[in-house]
């Protein structure tokens, strides 16, 4: 059985007559919301386009789902599945079943998918099958590591898709080397971007920072939640340790995902944490809160894909606890450094970063706010 919240019953809102082209634009998990919210804002004033909205439910906690939607002043998904969490092929499974019964009433002319979590892949396979046209954003992002869950979604997803839109050069790269076709490759930016530089506004009224008693640069921000991080307790517990040695010298912020929480309960860490003065674990925080907290730290570490591009336009130093990146432009030419999970390299370069050696980044190519314009524009021009 698949936990998760209740099935709501499907409701289908009704859209303006005009509108002839209907467009399904899906979202899963935490990482989607901001990256489908500049699209679908920009659909809805479309004269063409009739933008559907689905949730899977893949996340379904407020925090992880709901606080979003209100952030982001996305509107009510028109369509939720309820997936939940399960295995991944629950979770796939289960996005497939109910996404091709959606597919088969609404018959859309495209489906949109973003990012590389289980519901973009399952969304793409069963689109596929019924020949629905997909579009994917994000496409071309390799970590070259097939242990990654999302390396395999984003694999399958790009290879079923008839429109790949990439954020950076390496992405188009990636798919030429695939044997992609070049005239299905579109370079437009980066939508999470244009989320970021809409919102930046609104998210300095954020008052997050005194609420958890901060100052400004004087904390570093943590996100962890990969399962190669948090899944393998030797791994958790080595990152841990760096950890203790770097709140000794600046607050360490850890908004934690609830599979890190979970697995912190399980490998009872939590003595450990408990004598850490300084390190402040805090429940997930919504997209203003955060966004907010990040542009004012000293300094970002992180195991999120999305987090090395937000830091690298606010131009905070990320340092990535991680092998590898699918983002290599944030390395080449952003804030971002890929620490691995030793807990010596962890330590020495956050303690660059405090000794005001941090690296210098450039805001990379086409990363100015308008990518989902472009892409609604090529879309548009193509259907
Ligand atoms: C998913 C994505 C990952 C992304 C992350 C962002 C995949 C394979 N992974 O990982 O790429 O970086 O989202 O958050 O799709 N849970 C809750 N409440 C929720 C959602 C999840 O408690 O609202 C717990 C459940 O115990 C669940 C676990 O978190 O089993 C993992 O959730 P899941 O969606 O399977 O993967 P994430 O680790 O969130």
Redesign the pocket.
């Known amino acids: 059985m698949l ?1 998760g919240p209740k099935q709501p019953d499907n409701v289908i809102m009704k859209k303006k007559q005009r509108k002839n082209l209907k467009i399904l634009n899906v979202v ?4 989607n919301f901001m990256k489908i919210a500049p699209i679908h804002r920009i659909m809805e004033a479309s004269e063409t386009m009739k933008p559907i909205l689905v949730h899977t439910g ?4 407020d ?3 709901k606080i979003f939607f209100e952030d982001l002043n996305l509107p009510e998904p028109d369509i939720y599945l309820g997936v ?3 295995t ?1 092929a629950q ?1 796939t499974g289960a996005v497939m079943v109910e996404l091709e019964n959606i597919l088969m009433q609404i018959k859309p002319d495209l489906v949109i998918v973003v ?6 892949m399952a969304s793409a396979q069963v689109a596929s099958k019924l020949c629905i046209p997909i579009a994917h954003v994000e496409a071309g992002l390799r970590s070259f590591d097939r242990t990654m ?2 390396e395999i ?1 984003r694999m399958v997803t790009d290879a079923l898709a008839d429109f790949l839109f990439v954020t950076e050069e390496s992405g188009r790269q990636n798919l030429l080397n695939e044997g992609i076709a070049p005239e299905k490759i579109y370079f437009v930016g980066n939508v999470m971007i244009d989320s970021l530089l809409s919102h930046l506004k609104k998210a300095q009224n954020s008052d997050i920072i005194s609420q958890l008693n901060l100052d400004h640069q004087q904390y570093a921000l943590l996100t962890l ?3 190669s991080n948090v899944d393998d307790r030797d791994t958790f517990h080595a990152i841990l340790n760096a950890l203790e040695q770097i709140e000794k010298k600046i607050s360490i912020i850890f908004p934690i ?3 890190s929480r ?1 697995m912190i309960d399980q490998f009872q860490f939590g003595s450990q944490i408990e004598k850490m003065k300084n390190f402040k674990l805090i429940d997930p925080l919504g997209y203003l809160d955060f966004l907010h907290l990040m542009e004012n730290a000293k300094f970002v570490l992180s195991d ?2 999305g987090i090395q591009e937000e830091t690298t336009v606010l131009g905070i130093p990320c340092l990535t606890i991680r092998k590898n990146t699918e983002r290599p432009v944030t390395v080449e030419m952003g804030t971002n450094v890929v620490v691995g999970m030793d807990p010596d390299k962890i330590v020495d370069e956050s303690l660059k970063i405090l000794s005001e050696q941090s690296k210098q980044g450039k805001i990379p190519p086409m990363w100015d706010g308008n990518a989902a314009q472009r892409i609604v524009e090529i879309l548009e021009r193509a259907l």
């Open positions: 936990a899963g998990a935490r990482p893949q996340h379904y906690d925090s992880m789902s939940g969490s399960g991944h979770q990012g590389d979590v289980n519901s973009t869950p999302e979604n939640h990969r399962p995902h609830p599979r979970k999120s894909g």
